[in-house]
């Protein structure tokens, strides 16, 4: 696109593109333990956006190599959200699809000498590995022939032993100054059901076995990642090359981080599992369904992905960039209501006891497609409890006792008498109206500076309002101080639930619908709701109002 300049991983797809490449094609590869986060969003928007703009392909592969962790509802839950994100992938694979090939190519690295059967512990081998300044120790196992290793592997994957009693490693220098090139694990035993392979198989490939061949067997030719993967990048290179097999190539960015967000998937299911959230779709979860929930569009996700742009180093993106572009997002789309979240009573004397009358209100002043609406009126009404003030500094053009403030859409009224019950809490404020100033407008062009919003207290409907704030104190989650856990830093008032009043028009509203209440900000329908009262989420406020 003119304009806009290119980000470092459409740079080097072009620069490939140049070099002579027909092709580019990419894959998001989730492991399903989990549900995706907003940091997935981001990788999501990265691969098929890299696909999408250079006319190739990308692909949804599941890393399912761990059969212990994973399951289908995750299978199902990132599928779905993928989609609701607005890509659809060439083809979904299943790293699992790929056990046979990868066992083959194991035997073949086997035969060539590069890979052999272990029988020390996974402890034995962490410790034998040395360190960045003093080198490893080669396993006692590590000179076996070439037949033995064939005999010893099959015999792993027929199930003769037991969790632990042997693993394959690849056979490359314990010396390396890249801790990751000597002797890594290619493959471990492990007696587990695997959601897709069942018990067919007890000896499960290691990520880095796993992943570069996959990508390699789907002809991947962007495989792109984060960049704590930088130092994987030479054996992903390693096993393509030995195996002399297609060569797709890595390239890392640096991974999205929030401020007051915890990304790790892990985490989020200890949160889960203890019942400090609701579930995956909590609305303050940084998961993609809970953003869902919460009011968010997949536009407003799209356009945080693409502003936050690709980083090559690490960094921690402001949380209020995301919600500055969800606002910006329903801002054009969400039709407007009135809705009274903590509620004063207004009774206004001069209005006729038994009359109702509606108001014509506007649906989105962004949008003339859609219309107006008929609200109704009467003589008592709700206002926000902070749209009064008993002694009012300078400058206060809200309602105060002798002032007059305009009802939005409806009339000007003016603040009479204050009444308060036993503790000294105002509980009614006596109004009257100017009967001539209907639709918000003086007759006598006085300046009446205070606009408010407000609902007919005998047509508000009630409903439950969920008022999320930011699920953790902590700016920067990924910077834990010492003795402490994650949980040390949740906010105790992420969530407070009011009662609001809401104008009638809201009763059709149907899960997932969003509106801007006047004033206050973002709301949908939540799927909480029955048909004894309907549940909103506030998405978020009108304007930012974290205390920096
Ligand atoms: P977690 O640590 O939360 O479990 P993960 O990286 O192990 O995350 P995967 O399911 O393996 O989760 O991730 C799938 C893809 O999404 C990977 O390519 C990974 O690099 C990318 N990804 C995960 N988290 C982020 C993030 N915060 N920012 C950008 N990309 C991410
Ligand atoms: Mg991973
Ligand atoms: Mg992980």
């Known amino acids: 696109v003119e304009g806009k300049s290119l980000n470092f991983l459409e740079e080097i797809v072009e620069e490939s593109i140049a070099g002579g490449e027909k092709r580019v094609q990419t894959r998001f590869p989730p492991e399903p333990n989990g549900y995706l986060h907003i940091g997935h969003a981001k990788s999501i928007c990265l691969n098929f956006g890299l696909a999408r703009k250079y006319g190739g392909k990308c692909n949804l592969r599941f890393d399912d190599t761990n059969p212990v962790k994973e399951d289908v509802e995750y299978v199902d839950s990132i599928q779905q959200d993928v989609r609701w994100l607005g890509f659809e992938w060439a083809g979904v694979h299943y790293a699992s699809d790929y056990f046979d090939q990868l066992y083959a190519w194991a035997v073949e690295l086997i035969r060539k000498g590069l890979a052999y059967v272990d029988d020390q512990s996974q402890e034995e081998i962490r410790q034998s590995r040395g360190t960045v300044t003093v080198p490893g120790k080669e396993s006692p196992w590590r000179n076996r022939s070439a037949e033995e290793n064939l005999d010893l592997f099959e015999r792993m994957k027929n199930g003769e032993f037991g969790d632990g009693e042997k693993v394959l490693r690849a056979k490359i220098d314990m010396a390396h100054p890249n801790m990751l090139l000597r002797d890594p694990i290619m493959y471990r035993i492990l007696h587990a059901e695997h959601h897709r392979t069942g018990n067919k198989w007890c000896i499960y490939p290691m990520y880095d076995y796993a992943h570069g061949q996959s990508d390699s067997i789907e002809k991947v030719t962007h495989s792109i990642c984060t960049l704590e993967f930088d130092v994987h990048r030479p054996l992903y290179d390693w096993f393509i090359e030995k195996l002399d097999i297609y060569p797709s190539h890595q390239y890392e960015f640096a991974r999205l981080n929030l401020t007051y967000t915890m990304m790790s998937k892990r985490k989020l299911l200890q949160l889960v599992r203890q019942g400090t959230?609701?579930?995956?779709?909590?609305?303050?979860?940084?998961?993609?369904?809970?953003?869902?929930?919460?009011?968010?569009?997949?536009?407003?996700?799209?356009?945080?992905?693409?502003?936050?742009?690709?980083?090559?180093?690490?960094?921690?993106?402001?949380?209020?960039?995301?919600?500055?572009?969800?606002?910006?997002?329903?801002?054009?789309?969400?039709?407007?209501?009135?809705?009274?979240?903590?509620?004063?009573?207004?009774?206004?004397?001069?209005?006729?006891?038994?009359?109702?009358?509606?108001?014509?209100?506007?649906?989105?002043?962004?949008?003339?497609?859609?219309?107006?609406?008929?609200?109704?009126?009467?003589?008592?009404?709700?206002?926000?409890?902070?749209?009064?003030?008993?002694?009012?500094?300078?400058?206060?053009?809200?309602?105060?006792?002798?002032?007059?403030?305009?009802?939005?859409?409806?009339?000007?009224?003016?603040?009479?008498?204050?009444?308060?019950?036993?503790?000294?809490?105002v509980v009614e404020l006596r109004c009257t109206y100017d009967p001539m100033s209907k639709g918000g407008r003086s007759s006598d062009g006085r300046k009446v500076k205070g606009v408010i919003h407000w609902v007919s207290a005998r047509h508000a409907v009630p409903a439950e309002v969920r008022l999320f704030d930011r699920l953790f104190v902590k700016e920067d989650m990924n910077d834990i101080e010492e003795g402490k856990t994650f949980e040390d830093y949740l906010n105790p008032d992420s969530l407070k639930t009011v009662t609001g009043y809401l104008e009638p028009s809201l009763n059709e509203a149907a899960e997932g619908d969003t509106f801007q209440f006047e004033r206050l900000g973002y709301f949908c329908v939540d799927r909480d709701s029955t048909a004894a009262g309907k549940v909103f989420n506030r998405t978020v406020t009108l304007k930012d109002s974290w205390a920096k």
Do not use: H, Q
């Not at 090559?312 to 054009?332: H, M, P, S, T, Y």
């Open 277 to 425: 959230v609701m579930g995956w779709d909590d609305p303050r979860m940084p998961t993609i369904c809970a953003l869902r929930r919460r009011g968010y569009t997949p536009e407003s996700v799209r356009m945080f992905a693409d502003k936050v742009g690709v980083a090559k180093r690490d960094n921690v993106i402001d949380l209020g960039l995301l919600e500055f572009c969800v606002r910006e997002d329903l801002n054009k789309r969400a039709r407007r209501r009135m809705a009274v979240l903590d509620p004063i009573r207004v009774v206004i004397t001069n209005y006729p006891e038994e009359k109702t009358e509606t108001v014509d209100c506007i649906n989105n002043p962004e949008d003339e497609t859609a219309g107006k609406r008929e609200v109704p009126f009467g003589r008592e009404i709700y206002i926000e409890r902070d749209d009064f003030m008993e002694n009012p500094p300078k400058k206060y053009y809200r309602l105060s006792p002798g002032g007059e403030v305009r009802l939005r859409y409806a009339y000007l009224i003016r603040c009479d008498e204050v009444i308060k019950d036993a503790d000294g809490k």
